[in-house]
């Protein structure tokens, strides 16, 4: 008897486990599981716990997060999983071209709340034909991040540049003061990442389209006019770089370097803020700041800014992961504690008008905000140049000049000729 009664508490035990399996399956197959391709690497420990947040408070969603970038090729990872066929449920969109490219897969956005609570113009990145095909993420800012202890120390007020000239200036002075300072060089210009210099190349090509990404994007021709500028910031850059600009990645340029307070200057936006707070909590707050470049005129400078980057929805997948799709990004930019997190642990500059000014903590957030508000910027217009320009062509021939490969005449030639071929 005694032996019975044990194999029948251990059969019961089975039928037990058996049952909670089945109601733990029924359970997992009634959620909804969202993909999404990120590629912002800089800030994917937050997207996590932003998941963990949204997963807490709705149970019948699963969002698994794919972040990809920093030394991979994001947008070749992405094209891999689509011809795959294990095609995400959200990616992000680089704008125009990248619009243009998936816009068969792209889930018309116009009709949501969120699209809804866009500030005006942020959506133009990602719209085609009338239809808004993607959100934006946030708003980017770039230039020259300067750290403005070092400017001090070297008796330079960042504040009193107000020309191309008061830059060149600010530069020989430092690099004569280089040894005294402790620095590397002046610049760590990562020419080695040809996306920094497409990003770069935004303020010399923006004002040519009027500083907008639908005439860029529609333009059949280049004619370079401010390439000038451009070659007379790049020959500087390149002259007091901490090593050869063409061959510097960005690690060393920011994490090495900038972050270990061994140059002055680096051409980044406020994405690299988190990084940055990771490595010493006190430099965002304390030390980083801009300076904007002197481009149509001589006297007013100008940063790139705007959103950057897009989240797309794939309209492919069946109605109910569209909508849980959308739910998620709605979450993202409405909820409160999801609003706190974008403000306070991505250091993101929102894209939404149901976002306060005031909550902008991060210094140099505040300072693109307000050349954002007072109308002193170029938008993100490389992501507006025919595919592939901005890296296979500006970034590669930047690489070839700065090595003393080709001449900038051959380089202009190289780009206005691209250009026009491209867009023929």
């Not at 109601?23 to 197959?29: L, P, R, Y």
């Not at 799709?325 to 409160?336: C, G, H, N, P, V």
Request: charged share 25%; glycine share 8%.
């Amino acid at each position: 008897m005694k032996k019975l009664f044990i194999v029948s508490a251990t059969l019961v035990g089975m039928l037990g486990l058996v049952g909670c399996g089945k109601s733990e399956d029924t359970a997992s197959e009634k959620k909804t599981t969202i993909e999404v391709f990120n590629i912002k690497t800089e800030t994917a420990e937050q997207m996590d716990n932003l998941v963990e947040t949204f997963e807490a408070s709705h149970p019948d969603i699963r969002i698994n997060m794919t972040t990809v970038g920093g030394g991979t090729d994001a947008t070749a990872a992405m094209q891999s999983k689509f011809s795959s066929g294990d095609e995400p449920d959200i990616f992000m969109l680089g704008g125009l071209s990248d619009t243009q490219t998936w816009e068969h897969k792209l889930y018309d956005l116009s009709k949501s709340d969120i699209a809804g609570k866009a500030m005006e113009g942020t959506l133009e990145g990602a719209t085609l034909k009338d239809q808004v095909l993607g959100i934006p993420m946030n708003i980017e800012g770039y230039g020259w991040l300067v750290n403005k202890a070092i400017f001090k120390e070297a008796g330079i007020e960042v504040d009193e540049i107000h020309s191309f000239a008061d830059f060149e200036s600010a530069v020989k002075k430092l690099d004569q003061k280089k040894d005294e300072l402790g620095l590397s060089g002046v610049f760590a210009f990562s020419g080695g990442e040809t996306w920094v210099t497409s990003q770069f190349s935004s303020n010399f090509i923006g004002p040519e389209f009027n500083d907008s990404l639908v005439e860029t994007y529609n333009s059949k021709t280049l004619d370079f006019s401010y390439g000038d500028q451009m070659e007379a910031y790049l020959n500087l850059a390149a002259t007091y770089n901490a090593s050869p600009l063409e061959s510097m990645d960005y690690s060393t340029s920011v994490e090495e370097l900038f972050a270990g307070g061994k140059v002055a200057i680096i051409h980044q936006g406020n994405w690299i803020v988190p990084t940055l707070n990771s490595l010493d909590e006190t430099f965002a707050k304390e030390k980083l700041g801009i300076v904007p470049m002197f481009v149509e005129n001589e006297r007013e400078g100008k940063i790139v800014a705007g959103p950057a980057w897009y989240w797309g929805v794939n309209k492919d997948k069946d109605q109910k992961k569209i909508d849980a799709s959308i739910e998620f990004l709605t979450w993202m930019y409405t909820d409160e504690a999801a609003m706190d997190a974008i403000i306070n642990e991505f250091d993101f500059i929102p894209a939404y008008t149901n976002f306060s000014s005031d909550a902008i903590t991060d210094p140099l957030s505040n300072q693109i905000y307000t050349y954002l508000s007072e109308g002193k910027t170029v938008p993100w217009v490389h992501n507006s140049y025919p595919d592939g320009f901005g890296q296979n062509v500006i970034g590669v021939q930047v690489q070839a000049y700065t090595a003393d490969q080709l001449s900038w005449q051959d380089l202009s030639k190289t780009l206005t000729t691209t250009w026009k071929d491209e867009r023929q």
